[in-house]
């Protein structure tokens, strides 16, 4: 018989249980549907595309692309290949949980089913549960459960005899090469071979940009979790025995968050908390336009904001600081700065970034205190000490040597080349963001 395989967040052949389980009903029809309810047009859309062309390839030239709503699509295609079943790996957002379910109701009355193994996680959001059989809101027991859970070992590649008769949307004729399944497993690779070692003390410092840039691989599922875990369990063997522990804790993360937003998908644009509702948020354009376009006037927060523009992609530590930024030094609502990160991540995923707000803003899971206001300033110097990330990115800023990056303010060429300057002052910012607090405390 005839089945689907309906990709979505699973863009690879290997190691991929739903594709394993379509191969083993007989032909398969790989399909992508176009969602008009996902498409922005911007960087992470060009991405999709281009990893779609790699997964084009990859199938022979099989994949058929569709635009539409998925459940007409869905069924419009499965009839044109006469399939009786339509495979998927498990999805597990808000959207994605509504829009198969309404899929799922289309399709019976056709009588096919939809068909779920597999999600785009280590452990499947859902699964993980304390004795008292509820979830966890806090990282450390969620990861020691995690571990006790363990995970599946990898599926091997399946052989799969493609259907290639079908029409589909025309796709990028020369894909990138930093998108698709193979460039995804060629940068693992690398990472591997040259920066694992040392990834548990390199990571914070994103002068070095010591992590694996894996992140928007795993957004579109080009490899998957289980295949890095596995990959770290062969490796544990070696010197490296602690950075290979920081980088599974670092997947472990992923997971959490995943399984925070299955437990609670409201979380995804609301306070996960309700200790800081009712505070007092600022609205203020110019403030915010300055943040997005890295013109502060404080080099760190400049630098980040300046890459993720420029390369959709930010490191950790610094979405830290300017999520930090945004929020205690002027006041913004963490959502406001949550939606400009997902318009402009390669890796943009809606639970990661929201929880990712969330701890910084102080609203979400092991939130740090309220109280703890990151300095733009000593951050920069404590993570980027020579100056060298802040130089990369602040052209106007080359001039100053070493660490003198971080305060331009203290040289006198120090805005020579048309550098802003500091749009508040940091010290009055935190002072505020603590009254504030101090004052929604008082009131409740
Ligand atoms: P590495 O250090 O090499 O880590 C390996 C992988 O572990 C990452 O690819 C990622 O899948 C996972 N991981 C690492 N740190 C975290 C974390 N704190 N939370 C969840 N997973 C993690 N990550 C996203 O994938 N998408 C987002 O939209 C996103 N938004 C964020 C927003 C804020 C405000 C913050 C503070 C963090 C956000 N993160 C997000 C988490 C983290 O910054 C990125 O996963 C990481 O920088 C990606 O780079 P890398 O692959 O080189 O990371």
């Known amino acids: 018989t005839t089945s689907l395989m309906w990709f979505r967040r699973d863009l690879r052949l290997g190691d991929h249980p739903a594709l394993q389980a379509a191969a083993r009903d007989g032909q398969v029809v790989p399909l992508f549907v176009l969602d008009p309810r996902l498409a ?15 997964l084009r390839e990859e199938t022979d030239g099989a994949l058929v692309v569709r635009e539409g709503d998925p459940a007409e699509v869905v069924a419009q295609v499965a009839a044109e290949a006469g399939a ?3 495979h998927v790996s498990t999805e597990t957002t808000p959207y994605g949980r509504r829009r198969d379910a309404a899929v799922e109701q289309r399709l019976a009355a056709d009588d096919i089913a939809l068909v779920g193994t ?3 996680y280590a452990v499947t959001p859902g699964r993980i549960l304390n004795t008292a059989g509820s979830p966890y809101r806090v990282f450390t027991p969620f990861l020691r459960a995690w571990r006790e859970h363990g995970w599946r070992a990898p599926a091997g590649d399946p052989q799969v ?5 079908l029409d589909s949307e025309p796709l990028p004729s020369h894909p990138d090469r930093e998108a698709g399944e193979r460039a995804a497993l060629r940068r693992w690779e690398d990472f591997c071979d040259e ?3 040392g990834y548990a003390s390199a990571r914070d410092r994103p002068d070095l940009d010591q992590t694996s840039r894996i992140s928007a691989a795993l957004k579109y599922g080009e490899i998957h979790p289980r295949t890095l875990l596995a990959d770290l369990d062969a490796r544990s063997t070696d010197a490296s025995g602690g950075d290979v522990e920081r980088f599974v804790t670092e997947l472990a993360w992923r997971d959490f968050y995943a399984d925070v937003l299955w437990h609670d998908p409201e979380s995804a644009w609301r306070d996960l908390r309700g200790g800081l509702r009712g505070m007092q948020y600022d609205e203020d354009p110019a403030l915010l336009a300055a943040w997005k376009s890295g013109t502060t006037g404080f080099p760190f927060v400049d630098a980040g904001m300046r890459q993720l523009l420029a390369e959709g992609w930010m490191h950790n530590r610094v979405r ?3 999520a930090s930024f945004l929020v205690k030094d002027l006041h913004m609502w963490w959502p406001v700065g949550a939606r400009h990160f997902l318009d402009h991540l390669l890796d943009g995923d809606l639970a990661s970034n929201s929880h ?3 701890w910084v803003a102080g609203t979400g899971t092991d939130a740090a205190p309220y109280f703890r206001v990151f300095n733009p300033v000593t951050q920069g110097l404590r993570f980027d000490p020579e100056g060298d990330y802040v130089r990369r990115w602040v052209p106007e800023l080359r001039h100053l040597p070493g660490a003198a990056a971080h305060e331009p303010w203290l040289h006198p060429d120090g805005s020579a080349n ?18 504030r607090m101090t004052e929604l405390k008082d009131s409740t």
């Open 418 to 435: 048309g550098y802003p300057d500091r749009i508040v002052d940091h010290a009055e910012e935190r002072h505020e963001a603590l009254a």
């Open 161 to 165: 005899e493609w259907m290639t008769k």
């Open 356 to 358: 990712g707000w969330q």
């Open 40 to 54: 922005r047009p911007g960087p992470r859309w060009e991405r999709l595309l281009a990893s779609l062309a790699a």
């Open 195 to 197: 920066g694992l070692a």
């Open 118 to 120: 597999g999600s785009p």
């Open 84 to 86: 009786s079943r339509v």
């Open 320 to 322: 830290m600081v300017v």
